[in-house]
């Protein structure tokens, strides 16, 4: 099944310990994404990446970082710098070629909470 | 992006239409009106989206005013599988990516 898997679904972290949210698509996809949600809240963006090798910040990148190194992979790596890290994140991916409206496949989701 | 105002909540009941509006009287020749929802502790799904005429698919139908200033998303038979949080978001084409508010929570009543 063609899709998009975030891993794991709960993630608990400890006092100025780095944790890696997982992000894998096998829809060939060339753009993915980083969403963070808070109770009651919209999604905010994190980091997103149109292709290999490059990603751009979004409206909250402080306290996060990315990588892009496969088409199919977009781990977020949560630092001890982002002071408030409790919350649910969603990753996503749309293709860019071959279409022109924005389609986002999302990923079920990754709780993460403070010890 | 222009911006998009949403209701909070609204509540239906189960076989009945529900009438999710959304006021875009900012909206440019060029964005679309995207609908994606959100069903409790999972990701967004997107619904359908259109630029000026009405659309329909197998999960909605989506009427937008000739003046585009708004919008109202028709799920014609809600079920209690429908309630969830509804977004709707106006865009461009262009690479930037998609702005999600805070919807409106639609809840399906037995």
């Known amino acids: 099944d063609g899709g998009i898997t975030q891993s794991p679904k709960y993630l608990f972290r400890k006092e100025g310990q780095n944790v890696t949210l997982s992000c894998e698509q096998n829809?060939?996809?060339?753009?993915m994404y980083w969403y963070r949600q808070d109770p009651g809240q919209g999604l905010r963006l994190i980091y997103y990446?149109?292709?290999?090798?490059?990603?751009q910040k979004g409206d909250i990148a402080e306290g996060y970082s990315v990588s892009r190194e496969k088409k199919e992979s977009f781990p977020l790596t949560v630092t001890s710098a982002q002071k408030n890290p409790t919350a649910f994140y969603l990753c996503?991916?749309?293709?860019?070629?071959?279409?022109?409206?924005?389609?986002?496949?999302f990923g079920s989701g990754t709780q993460l909470s403070v010890l | 992006d222009a911006k998009t105002t949403q209701p909070t909540s609204m509540d239906c009941a189960e076989g009945r239409a529900a009438n999710l509006p959304c006021n875009h009287s900012?909206?440019?020749?060029?964005?679309?009106v995207y609908w994606y929802r959100q069903i409790h502790s999972q990701g967004p799904q997107y619904i359908i989206h259109?630029?000026?005429n009405n659309e329909t698919n197998e999960m909605a139908s989506l009427i937008i005013t000739e003046d585009r200033k708004s919008s109202t998303l028709i799920l014609p038979h809600a079920t209690l599988r429908d309630t969830a949080v509804y977004y709707c978001?106006?865009?461009?084409?262009?690479?930037?990516?998609?702005?999600f508010g805070k919807g409106t929570r639609l809840s399906v009543i037995a």
């Open positions: 900012t909206i440019s020749g060029n964005e679309y």
């Open positions: 996503a991916s749309k293709a860019i070629q071959g279409t022109t409206y924005e389609k986002l496949f």
């Open positions: 978001i106006v865009k461009n084409s262009g690479n930037t990516p998609l702005v």
């Open positions: 829809l060939n996809h060339d753009a």
């Open positions: 259109g630029l000026k």
């Open positions: 990446s149109q292709i290999v090798n490059d990603f």
